[in-house]
Nanobody, 126 residues
Framework: HVQLVESGGGLVQPGGSLSLACAAS????????ICWVRQTPGGEREGVAA???????YYSDSVKGRFTISRDNNKSTFYLQMNNLQPEDTAMYYC?????????????????????WGQGTQVTVS
């Protein structure tokens, strides 16, 4: 069955860095779009970074220049390197996967277009 398992969250001071990882299994990972989505309590989900099977990447304006998404198809794992973290980055971070052909039209960072989700990892910047 499909499984996405995040790791690497934690507490960091403003200006610090964290690296998140998401291990994928149970689906043909290499052909899927992958997205990191964050959500604060009571807030909406926000797609912050996405990567295609051809390694093209997309970022929200809120993280562009600070976050880097990558994937290692050999390890079926993808990553989010987060630098210069700020208190407003505090959220639960989820990895998500999709094979939807509508993504180029709907937007690579649109959370509702992703149908496989991990359980999330908490990132707190304080």
């Amino acid at each position: 069955h499909v499984q996405l398992v995040e790791s690497g969250g934690g507490l960091v001071q403003p200006g610090g860095s964290l690296s998140l990882a998401c291990a994928a299994s149970g689906f043909p990972f290499t052909n899927y779009f992958i997205c990191w989505v964050r959500q604060t309590p009571g807030g909406e989900r926000e797609g912050v970074a996405a990567i295609e099977s051809d390694f093209s990447t997309y970022y929200s304006d809120s993280v562009k220049g600070r976050f880097t998404i990558s994937r290692d198809n050999n390890k079926s794992t993808f990553y989010l390197q987060m630098n210069n973290l700020q208190p407003e980055d505090t959220a639960m971070y989820y990895c998500a996967a999709s094979h939807s052909p509508l993504l180029p039209m709907k937007g690579y960072l649109a959370p509702k277009e992703y149908n496989y989700w991990g359980q999330g990892t908490q990132v707190t910047v304080s």
